[in-house]
């Protein structure tokens, strides 16, 4: 959409027969709802998400190694929860409105040369050639490894499995979530219309297992741990009311070769445990369609969003086992690192700025600045 409003023309390829959504909630930050002004849809996506204030986790001994109000960052500053079919309604409606030729039921699946490129997919369909190739297929990328072929995205050894339900005003306004040590971390994030997104966490090795258990037994294990999402809980009947997810950590190494260019998770997924992958996306995108006219301008792009992309990955890299593994170390580090790092003025902004998703964000062009 980005590229096509500065005159570009655009083919979109999607493997979904119909667009559609995947998933359940997630958190726009305030450099997702920059990008989001950038591309003129502020307005659209905060009319149908759930703003949130603060974000809030606590253990069962009371601590709270998770403690943000986004207005630390800056005065009335705030996250906004969505669901996902909205975020994806916004940005698909506004697709269509430029007029861009979308092609669906298209899984591509290799190309023929690097430059100038002709795409083929599942079907025997070929697409192009193409100036240009936005790969942006996610975190499990088919493309990538043709594209990049020493590129790397194992799967982390923790997932979490997800539910939306209806909650009531006790839940707005916050991203609540609870711990017991690291083996155990739910949330509730609001995502509007009344709704709100549940989620567990769950090493990957156990998610068949936990699907085939007992429902009512892993119930009562939420429930001793918070008892407050009691009216949450009862309103999933088994496990079938959960979609799973697993992350990948991605190294890619550079992310662009003659006329393709990754973005997104495609690029530099990693755990959700910052709240920042949709977000560094949509800066991608908007960034890309500002200073890429032509393939040669792709080096520079890449090192200008590198500047935000990379730490966030090691962030993430580095606290995703505090907040999810087995075994007293990783709760005994995040307490002992975060429980000061919410309280203490100084530390408690970069903690902010990290969480809002603005650090480094200060080189990318002007209309991206909230
Ligand atoms: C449990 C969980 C919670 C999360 N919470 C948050 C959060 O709170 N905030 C946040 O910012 N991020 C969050 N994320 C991360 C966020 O979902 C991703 O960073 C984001 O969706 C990445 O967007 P993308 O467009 O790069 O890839 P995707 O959203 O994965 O989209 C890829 C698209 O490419 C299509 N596709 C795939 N293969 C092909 C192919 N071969 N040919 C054609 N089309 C193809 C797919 O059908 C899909 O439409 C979360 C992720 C998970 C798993």
Request: proline letters at 7%; hydrophobic letters at 45%; charged letters at 20%.
């Amino acid at each position: 959409m980005a590229l096509a409003r500065r005159g570009h023309s655009v083919v979109l390829l999607e493997a979904f027969e119909t667009p559609r959504p995947r998933g359940s909630g997630l958190l726009l930050q305030p450099s997702g709802l920059a990008a989001m002004r950038a591309l003129g849809l502020k307005e659209a996506i905060l009319a149908r998400g759930a703003r949130v204030e603060r974000l809030e986790g606590r253990d069962l001994a009371g601590r709270e190694p998770m403690r943000m109000a986004y207005s630390t960052w800056r005065p009335g500053a705030f996250g906004l929860g969505v669901h996902r079919a909205s975020l994806f309604d916004v940005l698909f409606q506004a697709v269509q409105a430029v007029g861009i030729d979308v092609r669906t039921g298209a899984a591509i699946t290799g190309f023929d040369a690097l430059t100038s490129p002709t795409l083929a997919d599942a079907t025997g369909r070929r697409h192009g050639p193409f100036d240009l190739v936005v790969v942006a297929d996610g975190s499990a990328s088919s493309l990538r490894a043709k594209v990049r072929p020493r590129a790397r995205a194992p799967i982390y050894p923790w997932g979490a499995v997800w539910a939306n339900a209806t909650a009531g005003p006790a839940f707005e306004g916050a991203l609540r979530q609870r711990y017991d040590r690291s083996e155990v971390m739910a949330g509730v994030l609001p995502i509007g219309g009344g709704e709100v997104s549940f989620f567990w966490s769950l090493p990957v090795r156990s998610m068949e297992t936990w699907a085939a258990g007992d429902f009512t037994v892993w119930r009562d294990r939420v429930l001793g741990v918070w008892p407050q999402v009691e009216q949450i809980v009862a309103q999933f009947t088994g496990p079938e009311a959960f979609s799973q997810a697993v992350y990948r950590d991605v190294s890619v190494g550079r992310w662009c070769a003659g006329a393709f260019v990754l973005i997104g998770d495609a690029a530099h997924g990693t755990s959700p445990q910052l709240g920042q992958g949709a977000n560094l996306g949509l800066i991608d995108a908007v960034e890309l369609a500002a200073r890429v006219e032509h393939p040669e301008d792709l080096p520079r792009y890449q090192r200008v969003r590198r500047l935000q992309t990379a730490p966030y990955q090691l962030f993430s890299r580095a606290l995703t086992p505090l907040f999810q593994s087995a075994g007293p170390l990783g709760p005994w580090v995040r307490n002992a690192l975060f429980t000061p790092l919410a309280q203490a003025p100084l530390l408690d902004r970069i903690a902010a700025t990290t969480l809002t998703g603005m650090f480094r964000l200060g080189l990318t062009p002007p209309d991206l600045r909230p």
